[in-house]
């Protein structure tokens, strides 16, 4: 099946700092990529989507020029949460689809982060 | 109202039981449905389509009902290894690839 991946897995930074997730897609061009977001013991929350190339689609409450995306090709993805705070304390997951009959998603092993 | 809604559970049972779990959607102009599997601290993985006919995949089966607009899993033969959240999942018509994650139901199975 297809693999996607996501870097770092887990990482601790102090607040006010700025962190870059990466999001790849191994062995397919993911057309779309997704950025989620999940809080113990919720379900995930869809953050933006992004599109090869274009602007990400941000979801309402999520500020775009905190969580940056950039979908640069067709095989990698990047959120940087910018001035980090200990709310933003979360699992990040991102999930990548292509074009087709499917609508099925492929997740990226998350990436957790601890802001102290 | 949420747009997928599921109990939370967690539905504690007994390794060999049968487990059911329903999933109710908003959107009826919905047009792809999925169970997914997570277990803690875990990515989501994909556990099956869900198909208007229902389909089965050895211990799983999935139903969809479109006229209630609500979907279900049924586990047969429980096993240690069932116990995970599982995810109901909806794609809505013109939402592209975007899915509408569920809240989850959490099953617990034991020895």
């Known amino acids: 099946g297809a693999v996607v991946s996501q870097h770092p897995s887990w990482v601790i930074c102090k607040s006010g700092t700025s962190v870059k997730i990466e999001c790849r897609s191994l062995d397919f061009q993911a057309t779309t990529m997704f950025w989620y977001r999940q809080f113990p013991k919720q379900s995930l929350m869809l953050m933006a989507t992004s599109n090869e190339g274009s602007k990400a689609t941000y979801e309402q409450g999520v500020e775009k020029d905190k969580f940056l995306i950039n979908h640069a090709s067709l095989t990698l993805s990047t959120l940087t949460v910018t001035s980090a705070h200990p709310e933003d304390s979360s699992f990040y997951i991102c999930?990548?689809?292509?074009?087709?009959?499917?609508?099925?998603?492929?997740f990226g092993p998350g990436t957790r982060l601890t802001v102290t | 109202r949420k747009e997928v809604e599921q109990d939370p559970g967690p539905f504690n049972v007994p390794e060999g039981a049968t487990v059911a779990f329903n999933c109710t959607y908003s959107n009826s102009a919905s047009q792809s449905f999925f169970w997914y599997r997570q277990d803690c601290r875990k990515e989501p993985k994909l556990l099956m389509s869900v198909y208007s006919s229902g389909n089965e995949d050895g211990r799983f089966t999935a139903q969809l009902n479109r006229a209630s607009q609500y979907i279900s899993l049924l586990i047969r033969d429980s096993k240690l290894s069932d116990s995970a959240t599982y995810l109901c999942v909806v794609n809505g018509r013109n939402a592209g690839n975007m899915l509408t994650f569920g809240g989850g139901t959490r099953l617990m199975v034991k020895p």
């Open positions: 999930s990548a689809s292509w074009t087709g009959l499917s609508k099925e998603q492929y």
